[in-house]
């Protein structure tokens, strides 16, 4: 996830995991094809990884077929990455009006295109490319069957699907019907991703679509310990963590403790500020305090504010199953290139790359 998933946090939740066993990837913030083959400062620094991540695994954003395909060449020779993934799931105007993210799919052949040049230069290392999509850009226009059956052929490991159209946004409850319709039409593995709130959730995801695995987005924010949950709960085990208030300050400084270690204390605390509203979600702490914890710049400050909560406060209940982070409503329209809609083929399109690095899924 955009602005979220950076290597600190990637490892706090990798530590989560692991502490129950569980075998989670944790995918890097998406990267564009271009800004790599550029060699632009911003996408390289966002290659970063912890010393824990066995495995590198990245998200590439991309429209051009000779793009991705070096991108990938890159990210395999130089990065020792051993797992890249596609994203033609971004809904922003930015994005699907050059055609891009959620937009793509729509051209398949564009599409075939863009994975083979991905998984024939991740194939000299070995390497397993998946991409992840959304239903399709409306309920009019679905492309996630025609693009599984792309996936397949192209040779891709895997895909994952993520429940809503491009013009809903993060909005409403996203369709897992669909992810099983995928799962009884393609032959590689499903992985099914929306509103993974609790452990539980994908348990029942798993049982009501056959997917493979899940991929959770918002559910983790402010939540690490979800994938000790999710470990837990695919190995049987259904118990919640459910911590109390002052489990959850050491996972808010072991947090922002990472993120010093990646970007240094003062960039990593800036940093930290934007996950405390996820973190103490339902907790009784007061204004005055979360304000102050708002514009902490370092951790000595972090440690002192964090000592004032109440570490006995029991986790509040009422908001597990709830949705976290953006919501939004459903879009008017998504915003294509002209003609875009006129024919589905798109092979040899000169399409616009983006060089930029952009945000969402
Ligand atoms: C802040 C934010 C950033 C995101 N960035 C990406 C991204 O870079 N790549 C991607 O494939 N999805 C991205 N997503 C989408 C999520 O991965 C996920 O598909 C979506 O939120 C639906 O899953 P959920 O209901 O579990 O959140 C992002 C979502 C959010 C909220």
Known sequence: MAGITNAAYRRLCLEQATAQGGSSLFVCEMITSRGLVE?????????TFDELETVRSVQLYGTDPAYVGKATEILCADYGVGHVDLNFGCPVPKV??????????????????????????????????????RLGI????????????????????????????????????????????????????????????EAGDALRM??????????????????????????????????????????????????????????????????FRKHISWYLRGFGAGGELRHALALVSSLAELEKLLAELDPDEPFPQAILGAPR?????????????????????????????????????
């Not at 799962?183 to 593995?189: F, K, R």
């Not at 294509?336 to 930029?356: Q, Y």
């Open 39 to 47: 060699g632009d400062a911003t996408t390289k620094s966002m290659l």
């Open 96 to 133: 699907t009006r050059k055609g891009g993210g959620a937009a793509l799919p729509w051209k398949r052949n564009l599409l075939g295109e863009i994975l083979t040049a991905a998984v024939s230069a991740a194939a000299r290392y070995d390497v397993p490319v998946t991409m992840k999509t």
């Open 138 to 197: 409306d309920p009019e226009h679905l492309t996630y069957l025609d693009a599984g059956r792309i996936a397949e052929e192209s040779g891709a490991a895997a895909i994952a699907l993520h429940g809503r159209t491009a013009i809903q946004g993060y909005s409403g409850t996203a369709d897992w019907e669909p992810i099983a319709a995928l799962v009884d039409h393609v032959g590689i593995p499903v992985l099914g991703n929306g509103d993974i709130w």
């Open 206 to 271: 798993v049982a009501e679509t056959g997917v493979a695995g899940v991929v959770v987005g918002r559910g983790c924010l402010g939540r690490p310990w979800l994938f000790r949950d999710l470990a837990a709960a695919f190995e049987g085990d259904e118990v919640l963590v459910l911590p109390n208030l002052g489990e959850v300050a050491t996972m808010m400084y072991r947090h922002a403790e990472l993120l010093g270690v990646h970007m240094g204390e003062e960039r990593g605390c800036k940093e």
């Open 325 to 361: 982070g953006r919501q939004g409503s459903a879009r008017k329209r998504v915003v294509l290139p002209d003609g875009w809609l006129d024919d589905m083929d798109g092979s040899g399109l000169e399409m616009f790359e983006d060089a930029d690095e952009i945000s969402g899924g």
